[in-house]
C-alpha cells in the first residue's frame, strides 16, 4: 500500500493549527521537500512554519535572555553564541541584533568570527521576508560599496534592496533609487515594474530622476521632505543653467 503523502499533509497542518509543535516541523519538512508535480516544493511556507516551530519553543526564550545579559556584561564570546544559536535557528531578532553587533564592534568580533557576520545576518533576513526597510537599506549599501559582496559593487542587487525599502514606504529607498539614476547607474527594467512606474518616465532620465525625488518628498516624513525638495530645486537649477548656456 503506498503512503497517501497529501492525506499525511494535512493531517500535519491541522495539527500544527492546533499548535502541535512536531506537526509544524513535520510541514515546514513537507513544503521544503515538495510531493509531486501537483504539490511542488515551497521554500517560503516551509521557513513560516520552522519559524513559527522556533518562536514557540520556550528554551529559545531563555537563549535570548542569556545573550542579552552577557551583551550588557560586555562578555562578546558569550553573547555572539547565544545570539548566533537563536539566529541560525530562524529567530528575526536574534539575527538583527547579531548582525548589529558584528556591524558596531567589528574589532570584538572579528577575534571570535571568521566570516563576514554582518552581512550574513542581513541577508538572512531579507531571505526570511523582513519588511524592516533598515535591514534592506543597510544591505544595499553593502551591496552599493563592495563591502557585502567581497568588494565587488553590485549595483542591480543594490538597487533591488532599495526598491524593497522604498515599496514599504520608506522615502530613503525613493531617494537612494533616485541617486542611483543619476549617477548612471543602469537600474533592471523590473524593478520600476515592481515600483508600478510608467514608461514616459522611463523613457527619459531626467523625467525619472526627478520622480524618483518626488516620491520621496512627497512622504510624511520632514526630513525626507526637506531633502529631496532640494534635490529637485537643485536639478531645476541645473536644467536652467543648461537652457541658459545654450542662448
Not at 562578555?75 to 547565544?82: D, G, I, R, T, V
Not at 524593497?164 to 514606504?169: H, W
Not at 515592481?194 to 531626467?206: G, T, V, Y
Given at each position: ?24 516541523a513535520r510541514c515546514a519538512e513537507f513544503f521544503m521537500l515538495g510531493l509531486d508535480t501537483t504539490q511542488p516544493r515551497n521554500p517560503d511556507v516551509a521557513l ?126 525613493w531617494y537612494n533609487l533616485a541617486w542611483l539614476v543619476e549617477t548612471g547607474v543602469k537600474v533592471p527594467q523590473s524593478i520600476w515594474d515592481e515600483l508600478h ?51
Amino acid at each position: 500500500m503506498r503512503p497517501n503523502m497529501k492525506l499525511a499533509l494535512e493531517l500535519f497542518l491541522r495539527a500544527a493549527e492546533r499548535g502541535q509543535l512536531n506537526g509544524g516541523a513535520r510541514c515546514a519538512e513537507f513544503f521544503m521537500l515538495g510531493l509531486d508535480t501537483t504539490q511542488p516544493r515551497n521554500p517560503d511556507v516551509a521557513l513560516r512554519w520552522a519559524r513559527w516551530v522556533c518562536e514557540q519553543n520556550g528554551y529559545l526564550g531563555k537563549v535570548l535572555q542569556l545573550a542579552l545579559q552577557t551583551y550588557l556584561n560586555q562578555k562578546w564570546s558569550k553573547a555572539l553564541l547565544y545570539y548566533l544559536i537563536a539566529a541560525e535557528a530562524g529567530f528575526e531578532p536574534a539575527q538583527f541584533n547579531l548582525a548589529h553587533i558584528c556591524r558596531e564592534y567589528p574589532i570584538e568580533t572579528g577575534s571570535v568570527m571568521a566570516m563576514p557576520c554582518e552581512w550574513r545576518y542581513y541577508s538572512l533576513l531579507v531571505q526570511q521576508g523582513t519588511t524592516d526597510p533598515n535591514v534592506m537599506l543597510r544591505l544595499g549599501d553593502g551591496f552599493y560599496y563592495g563591502d557585502a559582496s567581497d568588494g565587488r559593487t553590485l549595483y542591480s542587487e543594490a538597487a533591488r534592496m532599495y526598491a524593497a525599502a522604498a515599496s514599504t514606504g520608506n522615502p530613503q529607498g525613493w531617494y537612494n533609487l533616485a541617486w542611483l539614476v543619476e549617477t548612471g547607474v543602469k537600474v533592471p527594467q523590473s524593478i520600476w515594474d515592481e515600483l508600478h512606474i510608467s514608461m514616459p518616465h522611463r523613457q527619459d532620465l531626467s523625467s525619472l530622476t526627478c520622480h524618483l525625488y518626488r516620491r520621496c518628498r512627497d512622504h510624511d516624513n520632514d526630513a525626507a521632505f526637506i531633502a529631496c525638495s532640494l534635490q529637485l530645486i537643485r536639478l531645476r537649477l541645473v536644467a536652467l543653467f543648461q537652457v541658459c548656456t545654450l542662448l
